[in-house]
T-cell receptor, first 113, second 115 residues
C-alpha cells in the first residue's frame, strides 16, 4: 500500500459525459501527478500540481482539467468524453516539487461506452 | 525530449532462473531512473530507484539494477525468479533537480514465469 488513495476504483459512463476522479496523496506529500495508461499510448504524464499550484503539464487534452485543494487532495475532471478516453488513470504523489520519488495510487479504470 | 526504450515486450523465464530486463533512456541532463512493477489490476509499485552515487542499486523483492551512463542503460536483474514475479515491469526516467515534467515511461516488459 503506497498510501495514495484514488476513488472511484471503476467508472462506467457514456460518450459526451463528464466525470471527476479523486486522489488523496500520501500524508505530507505536496505534489500530485496524474497519468493515463492506455493500450495504445502506454503510461503518459498528464499534469502535476504542487501545493495547490499547477507545476507542469504533459499530454493533457483541453477537455481535461485538474485542481489541487487546500487539503492537498486533487481532482481530475474529464469532459465531453470519447471512446478513446477509456483508460486507467493513476495519481501519484511525492514530497517535493521535483526530483523526488513518485508513489502511485491503485488507479481508476474509466470505461466510456 | 526524454524517452525510454524497453526493447523486450515479452520475456519468458523458468522459475528459479535468472532475469535481466533491459532499459535504455535518452535524456539531456542527469536523469533519475526508476523501475516500477504492475501486477494485473493493480497500481504501480516502486521496485528501486537511482538518483546518484553507487551505480548498482538494490530494491525490494530481491531486484537490483545497474546504471551505466556510457550505455544510457538501467537494466533490472534478479538472480532467481519466483512465480509471483510474473507482472508488467516499467522503466521510467525523471528530471533530476529542478525539472518537473513528470516521469517518462517505457512501454513495459511483460514477464511470464514458466513452472
Amino acid at each position: 500500500d503506497s498510501g495514495v488513495t484514488q476513488t472511484p476504483k471503476h467508472l462506467i459512463t457514456a460518450t459526451g459525459q463528464r466525470v471527476t476522479l479523486r486522489c488523496s496523496p500520501r500524508s505530507g506529500d505536496l505534489s500530485v501527478y496524474w497519468y493515463q495508461q492506455s493500450l495504445d499510448q502506454g503510461l503518459q504524464f498528464l499534469i502535476q500540481y504542487y501545493n495547490g499550484e499547477e507545476r507542469a503539464k504533459g499530454n493533457i487534452l483541453e477537455r481535461f482539467s485538474a485542481q489541487q485543494f487546500p487539503d492537498l487532495h486533487s481532482e481530475l475532471n474529464l469532459s465531453s468524453l470519447e471512446l478513446g478516453d477509456s483508460a486507467l488513470y493513476f495519481c501519484a504523489s511525492s514530497d517535493r516539487a521535483a526530483g523526488d520519488t513518485q508513489y502511485f495510487g491503485p488507479g481508476t479504470r474509466l470505461t466510456v461506452l | 525530449a526524454q524517452s525510454v526504450t524497453q526493447p523486450d515486450i515479452h520475456i519468458t523465464v523458468s522459475e528459479g532462473a535468472s532475469l535481466e530486463l533491459r532499459c535504455n533512456y535518452s535524456y539531456g541532463a542527469t536523469p533519475y531512473l526508476f523501475w516500477y512493477v504492475q501486477s494485473p489490476g493493480q497500481g504501480l509499485q516502486l521496485l528501486l530507484k537511482y538518483f546518484s552515487g553507487d551505480t548498482l542499486v538494490q530494491g525490494i523483492k530481491g531486484f537490483e539494477a545497474e546504471f551505466k551512463r556510457s550505455q544510457s542503460s538501467f537494466n533490472l536483474r534478479k538472480p532467481s525468479v519466483h512465480w509471483s514475479d510474473a507482472a508488467e515491469y516499467f522503466c521510467a526516467v525523471g528530471a533530476a533537480g529542478g525539472g518537473a515534467d513528470g516521469l517518462t515511461f517505457g512501454k513495459g516488459t511483460h514477464l511470464i514465469i514458466q513452472p
